[in-house]
């Protein structure tokens, strides 16, 4: 049995030098979460949330819902 690891990565639009999350979607399927973490900190703490809480959250962002920062 092979476990998979995440394959971590962060959006195009992150390269601004500083404050940017990762994302691993491809444990989607096989575990049903989306792994979370700081782009600073690789060793450090991952949030693993629901795929579709993740999928609602993303929906959210692309709507507006949560404003502009």
């Not at 030098?17 to 703490?45: F, Q």
């Not at 795929?51 to 993303?58: C, D, E, K, L, Y």
Request: hydrophobic fraction near 40%; aromatic fraction near 8%.
């Amino acid at each position: 049995m092979t476990i998979e690891s995440p394959r971590w990565f962060k959006s195009s639009y992150s390269e601004n030098g500083g404050a940017c999350v990762e994302v691993a979607i491809n444990l989607t399927a096989s575990r049903g979460v989306v792994p979370v973490r700081d782009s600073k900190d690789a060793a450090g703490p991952v949030l693993s949330v629901p795929a579709g809480s993740f999928t609602s959250f993303m929906a959210g962002i692309k709507s507006g819902e949560f404003g502009t920062v």
